[in-house]
C-alpha cells in the first residue's frame, strides 16, 4: 500500500522558518520524482518544486526559488521541503506526491499533478504575525 506522509507544518511568523518531511513507503522510492504541492484557499493547488530519483535534479517555483530547498534522503525514503524567509502568501495547505511511474513528471518544468499519482494527506502552513 502507497503512503505518503507529510509533517513538520505549523503556524510561524514572517520571515520564520519551517522544514516540512514527507515519508513514503509501499512503493521503490528512489524510482520516483518527488514533488511538493499546496493549495491556498481559493486557489488552484500549484507544484512548488520537485526533486529527480537519484541524481539531484531539482525545480522551484519563481515564487520560492532562494527561499526554499528541496532534498531527499533514498535510505530513509524521505523528502524534506526546507522553507526560509516565509510569507503570508505562502500559507497553505502543502502537499507531497510521488509520480506516476518513473518516467512520469521532469525536474525542467512546473510539476503537474497529472504526472503525480500518489499524494499525502497534507500539512497546513500558515504564515501570520
Known amino acids: 500500500q502507497v503512503q505518503l506522509v507529510e509533517s513538520g507544518g505549523g503556524l510561524v511568523q514572517p520571515g520564520g522558518s519551517l522544514r516540512l518531511s514527507c515519508a513514503a513507503s509501499g512503493f521503490t522510492f528512489d524510482y520516483h520524482i518527488i514533488a511538493w504541492f499546496r493549495q491556498a484557499p481559493g486557489k488552484e493547488r500549484e507544484g512548488v518544486s520537485c526533486?529527480?530519483?537519484?541524481?539531484?535534479?531539482?525545480y522551484y517555483a519563481d515564487s520560492v526559488k532562494s527561499r526554499f530547498t528541496i532534498s531527499r534522503d533514498n535510505a530513509k525514503n524521505t523528502v524534506y521541503l526546507q522553507m526560509n524567509s516565509l510569507k503570508p502568501e505562502d500559507t497553505a495547505v502543502y502537499y507531497c506526491?510521488?509520480?506516476?511511474?518513473?518516467?512520469?513528471?521532469?525536474?525542467?518544468?512546473?510539476?503537474?499533478?497529472?504526472?503525480?499519482?500518489?499524494w499525502g494527506q497534507g500539512t497546513q502552513v500558515t504564515v501570520s504575525s
Open positions: 506526491a510521488a509520480s506516476r511511474s518513473p518516467r512520469s513528471g521532469s525536474t525542467y518544468y512546473a510539476p503537474s499533478e497529472a504526472d503525480f499519482g500518489f
Open positions: 526533486i529527480s530519483s537519484s541524481d539531484g535534479m531539482t
